[in-house]
């Protein structure tokens, strides 16, 4: 897949950083890393690679901020998309592979996570809610909308997005959509560690606040999309 190739975003993920950037160059693609502020460089024990690249936010931006500076440095390189890898281990980079035969120049190619019975309950009703509300806002029946594991076209760097942090990509997603976009998904696995080992910097008030006034926002737009007022 040499038309594509890996954005990882981190934000201190320490213990884990290392080890996705080395499976991820397994694969033979370019690798291209934002360390979105973290405490300290997450690069320090990684040996250079021509097929990687560093960047550093200075300070925390928020994960839309480094996704889409990946996404603008993988259009320097000259790739008609990327995909999206989580710098916390949850993500195997290998199943790239599932990607192969889609359609990643155009859609957005969502990874579906097989969730198995140690993923928190918190996350199955998590990730139903959002179904439910892109379904009120695209018309779309997707079955993982949060799924961080993605491949985008670099066409999704020229909508006008407005948020930066999680709620980024919900809204990617629903104005790709408005603009005549395609989503695709293919099934992925998924890790999720014990949880006194897990690492999130989900903020469960301030994070869910920004995603249910987001919602409320795209959902009104629709309806004005639909009776023909902008």
């Given at each position: 897949?040499?038309k594509?190739?890996?954005?990882?975003?981190v934000?201190?993920?320490?213990?884990?950083?290392?080890?996705?950037v080395?499976a991820?160059?397994k694969?033979k693609?370019?690798v291209i890393?934002?360390?979105?502020?973290?405490?300290?460089?997450?690069?320090?024990?990684?040996?250079?690679?021509?097929?990687l690249y560093?960047?550093?936010?200075?300070?925390?931006k928020?994960?839309g901020?480094?996704i889409?500076t990946?996404?603008?440095?993988?259009?320097?390189?000259g790739?008609?998309?990327f995909?999206?890898?989580?710098?916390?281990?949850?993500?195997?980079?290998?199943?790239?592979?599932?990607?192969?035969?889609?359609d990643t120049?155009?859609?957005?190619?969502?990874?579906?996570?097989?969730?198995?019975e140690?993923?928190p309950?918190?996350?199955?009703?998590?990730?139903?809610f959002?179904?439910?509300?892109i379904?009120?806002e695209?018309?779309l029946?997707?079955?993982?909308?949060?799924?961080?594991?993605r491949?985008?076209p670099?066409?999704?760097?020229?909508l006008?997005i407005?948020?930066?942090?999680?709620?980024?990509?919900?809204?990617?997603l629903?104005r790709?959509?408005?603009?005549?976009?395609?989503i695709?998904?293919?099934?992925?696995?998924?890790?999720?560690?014990?949880?006194e080992?897990?690492?999130?910097?989900?903020?469960?008030?301030k994070?869910?606040?920004?995603?249910?006034k987001?919602?409320?926002?795209?959902?009104f737009?629709?309806?004005?999309?639909i009776i023909?007022?902008?």
């Amino acid at each position: 897949m040499q038309k594509t190739c890996i954005v990882i975003p981190v934000y201190n993920n320490p213990t884990t950083i290392e080890e996705v950037v080395y499976a991820a160059l397994k694969t033979k693609s370019t690798v291209i890393v934002v360390d979105d502020g973290s405490d300290s460089s997450v690069m320090l024990n990684i040996d250079e690679d021509e097929k990687l690249y560093l960047i550093r936010h200075h300070p925390n931006k928020g994960k839309g901020e480094a996704i889409l500076t990946g996404g603008h440095k993988a259009k320097e390189l000259g790739f008609s998309s990327f995909l999206v890898v989580d710098g916390d281990g949850q993500h195997y980079p290998h199943e790239i592979e599932n990607f192969v035969g889609k359609d990643t120049d155009h859609c957005i190619v969502i990874g579906c996570r097989k969730f198995g019975e140690n993923v928190p309950g918190s996350s199955k009703f998590g990730r139903k809610f959002s179904n439910f509300w892109i379904w009120t806002e695209t018309g779309l029946h997707l079955d993982d909308t949060q799924s961080g594991f993605r491949s985008y076209p670099v066409s999704v760097l020229d909508l006008p997005i407005e948020k930066r942090r999680y709620d980024f990509e919900i809204e990617i997603l629903v104005r790709h959509v408005w603009k005549g976009g395609c989503i695709e998904e293919v099934e992925i696995e998924v890790y999720y560690p014990k949880p006194e080992e897990r690492v999130s910097h989900f903020d469960a008030l301030k994070d869910n606040v920004r995603l249910s006034k987001l919602h409320s926002r795209l959902f009104f737009k629709n309806i004005l999309r639909i009776i023909g007022i902008k």
